[in-house]
């Protein structure tokens, strides 16, 4: 459709000055446009990195802190002496079975949550030999027997192996 003679002028035509700004303003996008995208990738791909080491860090976090419950629970249970007869000694035995049933499910929550986190975190190390080392520590000797002695050296045993566990641990740490 053609115009009339009678519009010309007042919105026909785009006035000059806002030609030439979008013009050089295109060429300022075209020249700053790679470095713009760098800088937003940027920042998303190191936002990521530290949003997972953060994640990471808790999740050590967390482990520490069921080490140092295993380690709690395991100092009672070995402190305790079920040698003898008598309510005491009967009040000893029950009080240590359930501690001993408390180890063995910390221990096993520890060793789950271990192997959870070495998938997900850290493909090449692997604690299983660490998570053995601490169980055999925590659950060996007389362990669960009816009439064992006090073993206060096995605590000393637990100790040495879960802060071996623990600072391999901190070492993945930022």
């Given at each position: 459709?053609?115009r009339?003679?009678?519009?010309e002028?007042?919105?026909?035509?785009?006035?000059?000055?806002?030609?030439?700004?979008?013009?050089?303003?295109?060429?300022f996008?075209?020249h700053?446009?790679?470095?713009?995208?760098?800088?937003?990738?940027g920042?998303?791909?190191?936002?990521?990195?530290?949003?997972?080491?953060?994640?990471?860090?808790?999740?050590i976090?967390?482990?520490?802190?069921?080490?140092?419950?295993?380690?709690?629970?395991?100092?009672?249970?070995?402190?305790?002496?079920?040698?003898?007869?008598?309510?005491?000694?009967?009040?000893a035995?029950?009080?240590?079975?359930?501690?001993?049933?408390?180890?063995?499910a910390?221990?096993?929550?520890?060793q789950?949550?271990?192997?959870?986190?070495?998938?997900?975190?850290c493909?090449d190390v692997?604690?299983?030999?660490?998570?053995?080392?601490v169980?055999?520590?925590?659950?060996?000797?007389?362990?669960?027997?009816?009439?064992?002695?006090?073993?206060?050296?096995?605590?000393?045993?637990?100790?040495?192996?879960?802060?071996?566990?623990?600072?391999?641990l901190?070492?993945?740490?930022?």
């Amino acid at each position: 459709m053609l115009r009339q003679s009678g519009s010309e002028g007042s919105s026909a035509h785009m006035p000059t000055w806002i030609i030439t700004t979008l013009c050089l303003l295109g060429g300022f996008l075209y020249h700053i446009s790679p470095s713009l995208v760098g800088v937003i990738l940027g920042g998303w791909l190191i936002q990521r990195y530290w949003i997972r080491k953060s994640n990471e860090s808790a999740v050590i976090e967390y482990l520490a802190r069921e080490l140092t419950n295993l380690v709690d629970t395991t100092m009672l249970y070995w402190s305790i002496d079920c040698v003898g007869t008598g309510k005491d000694a009967e009040a000893a035995r029950k009080q240590a079975r359930q501690l001993a049933a408390k180890i063995k499910a910390e221990s096993h929550n520890l060793q789950a949550a271990l192997r959870s986190y070495s998938e997900k975190y850290c493909g090449d190390v692997k604690f299983e030999a660490l998570c053995a080392e601490v169980h055999d520590a925590c659950t060996g000797g007389s362990f669960e027997k009816e009439d064992r002695p006090a073993d206060p050296d096995r605590y000393f045993r637990v100790v040495c192996t879960t802060n071996r566990l623990r600072w391999k641990l901190y070492d993945r740490r930022v």
